[in-house]
């Protein structure tokens, strides 16, 4: 086994800014707004309406389909609205928008820890689904469609990603030193599902109080190991770590299951263990708020549907007399740019950086045409042709993209566009192409 994959890149870190900020909790005082897209798949569909009395637990929509997931209320009080509010993404999304009475009352229907030895593997995948919990990296699979692969059997990993390795974010880092034994909890009950699995959890090597911590849990539990990973971005990619844990790549047309590995960022692993022992509905996550621009960069257990501006506020504020030029939701290489703090925090966010410059216009000012150097394709972890991929782009080639670069293999690291000397805005490209060719294949089938 190797402790790398091919690529990528070594960006300034920045995690000294909040690395040694133990979590702490916080409770909203504020309105709490629940996107009912917080997943991929399709939306959630509301099953409360206005005027409705609702309690920390309760269901706010259930999942409608398949590939969806439900949404759960993380504060007791009074519905206030179903209606379209703006979210992190800039647009405006059907939310269900809660009054918070600041109370937190909760249903009573969990809390109580159970035996769960007996609980048949069924149930287990229930008690996921019923939580609402999705892969809490980034990416928000509902995780109980990927704990249900076609052969369980063939799942020879389950591999718990603690790399965290995207610069400034240290919330995942905070989560494994304080709860450790509750991961292995987790991981213990997903390895039910699969008989023939490993359990691995990685970790890069500039957290050495996560991997002590892990590894101590870990002892005595003969299916799990701590692997601790060369610090470098994106190692937490899950296609990097299934290339460094089990030695395969796969296309993009397989999922990690069909090369017999189950990945699952290291809070969704809690998460799944709270949901099978205490029946605990995914309503709060882990989460930091970091960047130049913050007078107390910390780590918070949060709850979903807290307003960015709320939590920045928790965080100290702006530092004085320093002005936010950017805020992100997540890191710098594959976080989203917020146009404004009044939206709010959803399964998915992991941290918020307040920058004191935004990196994205001081490369416009120096954006040169291309060297033709190669560094792009040097540091792109799938093996990919950025370069070419520009170009096809350009010439309004899609095909070409699509069938000859295998672009939509780009996993929007941020790798190339870290690297290129001309500046290039070589991954917002692909991301604006990648939602191109999916709209056309929508609208080839009619819409759906």
């Excluded at 500039?206 to 692997?227: D, F, Q, S, T, Y």
Aim: charged content about 25%.
């Amino acid at each position: 086994m190797k402790d790398t994959f091919r690529g990528g890149v070594h960006p300034k870190e920045h995690k000294d800014l909040s690395r040694k900020a133990a979590l702490r909790v916080f409770d909203a005082k504020g309105e709490m707004v629940f996107p009912l897209a917080q997943h991929i798949g399709k939306p959630a569909k509301a099953v409360v309406k206005k005027g409705d009395p609702v309690l920390v637990g309760s269901l706010l929509a259930e999942a409608d389909g398949f590939v969806s997931a439900n949404v759960i209320c993380s504060c007791s009080g009074t519905v206030k609205a179903v209606e379209k509010r703006r979210t992190i993404s800039g647009a405006m999304q059907e939310c269900v928008v809660v009054d918070n009475d600041g109370q937190y009352a909760e249903t009573g229907a969990f809390g109580q820890r159970e035996d769960v030895a007996s609980i048949p593997n069924e149930e287990i995948l229930k008690r996921v689904k019923d939580a609402g919990i999705i892969g809490l990296g980034g990416a928000g699979f509902p995780t109980h469609v990927k704990l249900a692969p076609k052969d369980p059997l063939g799942v020879k990993f389950l591999i718990a990603n603690g790399a965290e390795c995207e610069p400034y974010i240290t919330c995942n880092d905070q989560l494994m030193r304080g709860y450790a034994k509750e991961i292995v909890e987790g991981m213990e009950i997903v390895l039910r599902l699969f008989p023939n699995a490993q359990g691995v959890v990685a970790i890069e090597n500039n957290k050495p109080e996560a991997i002590a911590a892990m590894k101590k849990a870990v002892e005595g539990h003969k299916r799990l190991r701590v692997v601790g990973l060369r610090t470098k971005y994106p190692q937490g990619g899950e296609r990097s770590l299934i290339k460094v844990i089990a030695g395969v790549d796969y296309p993009i047309t397989k999922l990690p299951a069909d090369v017999g590995c189950i990945v699952d960022n290291v809070g969704t692993i809690l998460a799944i263990g709270r949901a099978v022992t205490l029946r605990e509905p995914l309503f709060r996550h882990v989460l930091t708020v970091t960047g130049e621009a913050i007078k107390e960069p910390s780590n918070f257990i949060v709850r979903d549907g807290t307003s960015f501006s709320e939590l920045i506020e928790a965080a100290g504020g702006l530092k004085d007399g320093v002005e936010a030029a950017k805020i992100i939701s997540g890191g710098p290489m594959m976080g989203i740019a917020v146009g404004t703090t009044e939206v709010p925090i959803t399964k998915t966010t992991n941290a918020i950086t307040v920058l004191t410059e935004d990196p994205v216009e001081k490369a416009d000012r120096k954006m040169t045409a291309c060297l033709h150097c190669g560094r792009c394709t040097t540091v792109c972890p799938n093996g990919l042709m950025p370069q070419m991929m520009a170009d096809a782009v350009a010439a309004g080639d899609l095909e070409r993209y699509e069938k000859k670069l295998f672009g939509l293999d780009c996993i929007s690291c941020g790798s190339c566009t870290y690297i290129c000397p001309a500046k290039r805005p070589l991954t917002q490209t692909f991301k604006q192409t990648k939602a191109e060719i999916m709209a056309r294949r929508r609208a080839a089938q009619g819409g759906k």
